[in-house]
């Protein structure tokens, strides 16, 4: 691709620098503002600020003008991308130079960005597929150890608090240490009309030093890893020159179709079930990746590995067909065109300002590719595929923890305690559980329960606050923090303070009041493939009440302090609750340790509403939203037993396993940007969702809907190819294997269980019945389950019309 127009930059007096593309047959703008400040300049003491601080403002300052701003995190630099109509251009810049001032920052979205990335944290140690890159990897094996600075830790989470992201803010988030990138449907002179209007007024602050760079260091090549996968993955990772040398030397664009070539032959080798090869360039370091599964579980890596080497010694050594060539030239020009919009080219002039390389280069990547010859695939093979370039791992599937014999215990006033002991764990779960949840309040106080909770967080008494976030399911609420075993005393100090006399006071109410209540105006009409709207909640759920809203205006206007002391006197009792401990413990110092601060709470009797179950077959529901989207989308909902009904058909399964066909196929079989599929079970209660992000503005979502119907037909009818079968049986064997390694989610499960007087057991069952299900039980389930009687369809349409 050539530019239709140079960039245009130009620097503001505070040291803002602003580049400029024009491109006229643009359908809309992107708006890139990229900072020069990394996980590189965290150190340990504080790891994760840089992206907890992002988070936090992205979430705290968006204000619904347009789509939520897109958080991308560089080796070098931090970005924050929003995707504009033109005329949204001064509501941005007015936006960005706000937070580039004096931001608005929340210690609640500090604490929720902290409790996910914590969890992300705990969940890549072991997660593994052939997309991701163990941690393992990225701190020791890159060779350039720098790139891959620690994520987020217990540790440093604990010290994050809002005067450390505004000293940080103020540090690295100036106008001298911006660049913001425009392209798209734009004028330059306009555009710098607008910029100077909303950012010239901001000071200057000092630079921040640049972080030293060392050197690259000799490293251990072969590892081997213990991850979340049903079958060994084997990982070869060929050290590649960084962007810079790969412009002198110009191998960038032979490495780019060598990638592709790999990719296409990795599926001939009968050794490997799947798996791929990805080329990704770096200002200092360039990253070969090839990541395979093996084709059964009981496959030798070492023989899979004698494999790929074969493979590559075809390619330095054996003339190379002309026809895979141009196949693999042909793959590589389509990547290139893909990120050839305003969006791509945005991201890409950032980049290369960030390197200090020339926007030239953006001119001489089709070229490169088109030169690229069989020899040049040979050369750049024989010098990169050595094993002194190559670092090497093997990764074999993590041991599911076996639910060993759980303790159980009820004190005399009703709190029930279940003890997993997890002598593999490092760390304890406390997870106190309360039989209360949306599903018990009203129109007239809805919102209440999570308005207690975020009172009781702000009672001093309550002295380890920080170490814990409350969480409202559908069936009960739930206070867990994971922390060392040496503090579990403290731990139950707070919490038996929760059960006793918190401080409830009329400040505090009102405070929680105004920032739910933002969050709810902020979120109203936001929606995602992950974040469904209320009203469609609602449908989903007509009986039950399991599609209960959160606080609303009316709500608020309505609880006073007394009715919110009398729902804490209620339900937050020890006779309705029940604490689950996971992790490295004893019971019998569980047991020691709860006598001590439970035992002298009260016995109170709870009152609660009967709670509906859900209609097997409620009948077919549909609804049309205007919500604040780019691009239509598509929500399917089928209702599905629940956890009680389904323990004993082992539905849950099929179902789990047809969830991951649909997560892993839809991009293929239908025309959509994005897509998830989520399958999710309550105690009475159970949902299978589709949903669909459309290509573009004006799809009908009348036809995508229809295409989707006729994939679940398809099912109905001949079930799906085992090859199919077993890639999904996969990804859903690794899932359980994911949840059976984190003790917050083996607590969370617990109590699910036990509140549905359901067998603890039933854990360990879990893999089993994944490897039980066939065609057939596909089959079987898409016609019982995915039928119009159970279906609930939403087609969310954006805001406004496109402009023509």
């Excluded at 018990?440 to 975020?454: K, V």
């Excluded at 002295?463 to 922390?483: E, H, K, P």
């Excluded at 989308?633 to 991951?660: C, K, M, W, Y």
């Excluded at 006729?710 to 990804?731: D, M, N, V």
């Amino acid at each position: 691709m050539t530019l239709n127009t140079t960039p245009i930059e130009t620097t503001l007096n505070n040291g803002l620098k602003i580049i400029i593309l024009e491109l006229p047959l643009a359908a809309g703008v992107t708006c890139l503002i990229n900072y020069n400040v990394s996980s590189r300049d965290e150190s340990v003491e504080n790891a994760g600020i840089n992206i907890a601080f992002i988070n936090t403002m992205s979430i705290d300052n968006y204000d619904n003008k347009f789509d939520r701003p897109r958080v991308l995190n560089y080796v070098n630099h931090t970005a924050l991308n929003f995707s504009l109509n033109p005329d949204q251009l001064s509501q941005c810049f007015e936006l960005n130079a706000r937070m580039m001032t004096a931001p608005v920052l929340t210690e609640s979205t500090l604490k929720r960005g902290i409790k996910s990335h914590l969890k992300y944290r705990a969940d890549k140690r072991h997660f593994m597929s052939d997309e991701w890159i163990p941690v393992e990897f990225d701190s020791k094996c890159h060779p350039i150890g720098y790139t891959f600075a620690p994520m987020v830790t217990p540790e440093s989470a604990a010290r994050m608090d809002i005067t450390q992201l505004r000293q940080w803010h103020q540090q690295y988030y100036s106008p001298g240490n911006a660049c913001l990138v425009i392209a798209g449907n734009v004028k330059a002179d306009e555009v710098t009309h607008l910029a100077k209007q909303h950012f010239d007024v901001i000071p200057s602050r000092p630079k921040p030093p640049v972080q030293a760079l060392p050197q690259p260091c000799e490293l251990d090549r072969r590892h081997v890893l213990y991850k979340v996968t049903s079958k060994p993955r084997l990982l070869l990772v060929p050290y590649m020159a960084g962007m810079s040398d790969a412009l002198a030397d110009q191998s960038g664009g032979a490495l780019s179709i060598l990638s592709m070539l790999l990719d296409q032959k990795l599926g001939t080798l009968p050794s490997v079930s799947h798996g791929i090869c990805r080329y990704e360039q770096d200002k200092y370091a360039s990253l070969f990746r090839i990541s395979v599964t093996a084709s059964t579980r009981d496959q030798s890596l070492e023989a899979l590995e004698a494999d790929i080497e074969t493979l590559w010694d075809e390619i330095k050594f054996n003339p190379l067909p002309a026809d895979e060539l141009e196949m693999a030239r042909q793959r590589a020009l389509e990547n290139l065109a893909k990120s050839d919009d305003h969006e791509g080219l945005a991201l890409e002039l950032g980049q290369l300002e960030n390197y200090q390389i020339p926007f030239s280069t953006l001119d001489q990547r089709q070229r490169d590719l088109l030169n690229v010859t069989a020899q040049d695939i040979q050369r750049i093979a024989r010098t990169c595929f050595s094993p002194q370039r190559t670092t090497v791992v093997h990764i074999l599937p993590l041991q599911t923890p076996s639910l060993a014999t759980t303790t159980k215990l009820t004190l005399a006033n009703g709190l029930k305690i279940i003890t997993l002991e997890n002598p593999r764990s490092t760390n304890v779960v406390c997870a106190m559980n309360y039989k209360v949840s949306k599903r018990d309040e009203t129109t007239d106080n809805s919102g209440i329960t999570t308005l207690l909770y975020g009172m009781l967080v702000k009672d001093p008494h309550f002295v380890a606050a920080r170490q814990f976030v409350f969480w409202n399911y559908n069936d009960f609420t739930q206070c867990i923090g994971t922390s060392d075993v040496d503090q579990l005393e403290t731990n139950f100090k707070s919490l038996a303070g929760i059960m006793s006399t918190p401080t409830l006071t009329d400040e505090s109410m009102r405070q929680v009041i105004d920032t739910d209540l933002e969050r709810r105006a902020r979120n109203i009409l936001f929606t995602s493939n992950y974040a469904t709207p209320e009203s469609f909640d609602a449908l989903t759920f007509p009986v039950s009440g399991y599609g209960n809203p959160d606080m609303t205006p009316a709500s608020a206007a309505q609880i006073d302090l007394q009715q919110v002391q009398d729902w804490h006197q209620n339900f937050f009792t020890a006779g309705n609750s029940c604490l689950v401990i996971v992790g490295n413990v004893k019971a019998a110092a569980v047991e020691a340790l709860a006598r001590k601060y439970f035992d002298a709470l009260p016995c109170r009797t709870t009152t609660s509403v009967p709670k509906g179950q859900e209609v097997s077959e409620p009948g077919e529901r549909r609804t049309t939203l205007r919500m604040n989207t780019k691009t239509p989308r598509l929500l399917v909902a089928f209702n599905v037993p629940g956890l009680i009904e389904g323990a004993t058909d082992h539905s849950a399964a099929t179902l789990q396993i047809l969830s991951a066909l649909f997560e892993l196929k839809y991009a293929g079989l239908l025309p959509v940007s994005s897509g998830a599929c989520i399958f999710t079970r309550e105690k009475h209660a159970g949902l299978f969702r589709i949903s669909l992000t459309a290509n573009h503005a004006d799809q009908s979502l009348e036809e995508l809907e229809t295409a989707l119907l006729q994939i679940i037909e398809a099912c109905k009818l001949s079930g799906i190819p085992q090859e199919e079968l077993e890639l999904a049986r996969e990804h859903a064997i690794a899932k359980i294997i994911s949840l059976a390694s984190d003790d917050e989610m083996v607590a969370y499960h617990l109590f699910q269980l036990e509140d549905s007087q359901l067998p603890l057991t039933l854990l360990d069952q879990k893999q089993d019945n994944l490897l039980a299900v066939s065609s057939e039980h596909i089959q079987r389930a898409t016609s019982t389950w995915l039928t119009p009687e159970r279906m609930t369809v939403a087609h969310i349409l954006p805001m406004q019309a496109p402009k023509q």
